[in-house]
């Protein structure tokens, strides 16, 4: 049952969805910002349209969010003449070369009407194109007369936590039998310069994880992630350089108490999952019996537990 729930068409997540907001990869980051803090949303899309594009079609290369201009003024060369860098282009933001699509956090693709008749479904499309983290920015609306909308992995989550019986035993399996800890975790002490951090801010961004601030012993004091950066203004670049990793949490005002993102090895995988999803993160900590920092689960590692079903891959309380 479960593998012809995860094979099924997806585009019921699409409904309600908000249609994007977008900018030319040529437009200015200023231009950008305008339009990002216009739009009410987190992100706006980036296109390539016309000759640029190679095909004389419009593609959509990436998205931008307040912390990729954060972390983008942050840059030294920036830091020398800010004035200069909200009039560069967005793509000066995105990763060079091709898109990288291994990274992608988010899809886009067409966004169908609710139809009138309830008996009457939406024609499926499956998604297609894959949006890299990263982003760039212009105004179109619509492409060849569909509208888009971003597809995200708290989206995928919640869809399968309503029908989360499909899967059992799974969800009662703990997250350490599933292999799904991530060790390989971003810590910072909570008296250092939040500068210092710099390289797990971006690192953080891309991946979609959060970076620890721990005391001496390894202890979460609390985190600064993607999400919380996502709803400061630029000013927080010259938070960024100028205080500690504790100030810059006040600042951002994202001192949630620890214990809320934290759990143990022995949690079930639907437990974390609607810890997750109840406070909209994408990911939390894992901690061992001594109350140190161990590991994280994420979105991307829960979606790879539930792709293996759809890969017929044998499950068990051993991984």
């Known amino acids: 049952m479960a593998v012809r729930f995860l094979n099924e068409e997806v585009s019921e997540l699409c409904l309600g969805k908000p249609e994007l907001t977008c900018v030319s990869a040529t437009a200015t980051i200023n231009d950008a910002l305008t339009a990002l803090k216009k739009s009410g949303d987190t992100h706006v899309s980036v296109w390539v349209c016309g000759g640029e594009s190679g095909n004389g079609s419009c593609v959509c290369v990436g998205k931008l969010c307040m912390a990729d201009v954060i972390l983008f003024l942050c840059r030294e060369e920036n830091l020398v003449d800010p004035f200069r860098a909200f009039e560069a282009p967005v793509s000066d933001i995105l990763p060079k070369g091709s898109p990288i699509l291994a990274g992608c956090n988010r899809l886009y693709t067409r966004r169908h009407p609710k139809p009138s008749d309830p008996n009457t479904k939406p024609p499926h499309h499956k998604f297609k194109e894959q949006v890299p983290k990263q982003a760039t920015s212009f105004v179109l609306r619509r492409h060849n007369g569909h509208k888009y909308c971003w597809l995200t992995q708290e989206d995928i989550l919640r869809f399968l936590l309503n029908s989360i019986g499909a899967f059992s ?50 202890r979460l004091i609390g985190e600064i992630s993607p999400f919380a950066l996502a709803y400061c203004n630029e000013t927080a670049a010259g938070a960024i350089m100028a205080l500690s990793a504790m100030d810059l949490i006040t600042f951002i005002e994202c001192a949630r108490p620890p214990e809320d993102l934290v759990n143990l090895s022995g949690s079930s995988l639907v437990a974390v999952m609607i810890q997750a999803l109840a406070h909209r993160v994408s990911c939390v900590w894992v901690e061992d019996e001594d109350h140190t920092v161990v590991g994280t689960v994420t979105f991307a590692g829960i979606l790879k537990v539930f792709g293996s079903v759809a890969g017929g891959r044998p499950l068990s309380r051993d991984g």
């Open 169 to 218: 035993p799974l969800p009662t399996f703990t997250i350490d039998s599933l292999n799904v800890i991530d060790h390989d975790i971003m810590t910072v002490t909570y008296n250092e310069p939040a500068s210092s951090a710099l390289a797990h801010f971006y690192r953080s961004l891309t991946e979609q994880t959060s970076v620890a601030v721990v005391d001496e012993e390894n």
